[in-house]
């Protein structure tokens, strides 16, 4: 944060001489100027308070990042395989055709044939691969969106309180003091519910005001 530094000009107001009559008197001189005053100089500007935040290790070491983490599994890891295997077959079959290539020293019809096969598969596997990328991502945003939305009310909460101008993520700062990390209180506070999370304390409904007694007849 910068200050910003207003300077104001002043004009100065030049008196006129007085001239005093000629009896017997000298003539009077102009009287003295006050000497300019220099301009103050600006308050210098606060340091600013860095903290540093890693984001990522909140989302994984948080109690319902955690969670969210073993339902992606659950929800991917098996499409996930899927995917490694079918890539790896084609790798071995790639391989194996550029072995019979290289021992017939020329292409016929079957093996053109396996060439023609091996590139619908191939790329039935290119297409496979980013619709499941797309599907995870998606899922990825679906369930930590919210999670990242209550994590930012925690930042701000902090950031407030203790007076930080600034909260970078870690992945962007090349070197800090680890006394600017944040991260542990963060994820301590989300356990607790702060933020909205689990655990945040229900508002107590308000109770209806007293009835005034009746006055005695």
Do not use: C, W
């Amino acid at each position: 944060m910068s200050a910003v530094v207003r300077a104001a000009a002043s004009i100065a107001a030049i008196s006129a001489l007085l001239l005093a009559p000629e009896v017997n008197a000298q003539p009077t001189t102009a009287p003295a100027q006050p000497a300019p005053t220099a301009p103050q100089a600006a308050p210098a500007a606060a340091p600013l308070r860095i903290a540093i935040l890693d984001t990522q290790k909140v989302l994984r070491e948080t109690e319902e990042g955690m969670r969210i983490e073993a339902n992606l599994r659950k929800l991917f890891d098996s499409k996930q395989a899927d995917i490694l295997n079918k890539q790896k077959s084609l790798t071995q079959e790639f391989e194996d055709l550029q072995k019979e290539e290289k021992k017939k020293g020329k292409t016929d019809a079957a093996l053109e044939k396996k060439k023609s096969e091996f590139e619908q598969k191939y790329q039935a596997y290119q297409q496979a691969a980013v619709e499941f990328q797309k599907e995870f991502a998606r899922k990825q945003n679906e369930l930590y969106n919210p999670m990242l939305q209550k994590v930012g009310a925690i930042v701000k909460g902090i950031a407030q309180t203790d007076g930080f101008d600034i909260v970078i993520d870690k992945q962007a700062a090349i070197h800090f003091r680890r006394d600017l990390d944040i991260t542990e209180r963060v994820i301590q506070a989300y356990n607790a519910g702060e933020g909205g999370g689990k655990g945040a304390p229900k508002p107590q409904p308000k109770k209806a005001p007293e009835k005034a007694p009746a006055p005695k007849k």
